[in-house]
């Protein structure tokens, strides 16, 4: 098996893993309520979707 003859220095290999980041989930409001949900989900505080209530949301 193949063995590589230099050991990868740290700036090389920190070079490559650059892009492995955790991102922050992309965030919209909603237009029924205006509080801040994920897009393209029905929205967790009053259950509306595009401007159709998809799920009843129980106030307490």
């Known amino acids: ?13 920190d070079k490559r893993r650059t892009h492995w ?5 992309a965030l919209a409001t909603c237009d029924h309520c205006g509080s801040v949900k994920r897009p393209h989900r029905v929205c967790p505080v009053c ?3 595009n401007g159709v209530e ?3 949301i129980q106030e307490d």
């Open 54 to 56: 998809v799920v009843h």
């Open 1 to 13: 098996m193949a063995t590589p003859k230099r050991k990868t220095s740290t700036a090389r290999r």
């Open 21 to 25: 980041k955790i991102e922050m989930p």
């Open 47 to 49: 259950g509306y979707y």
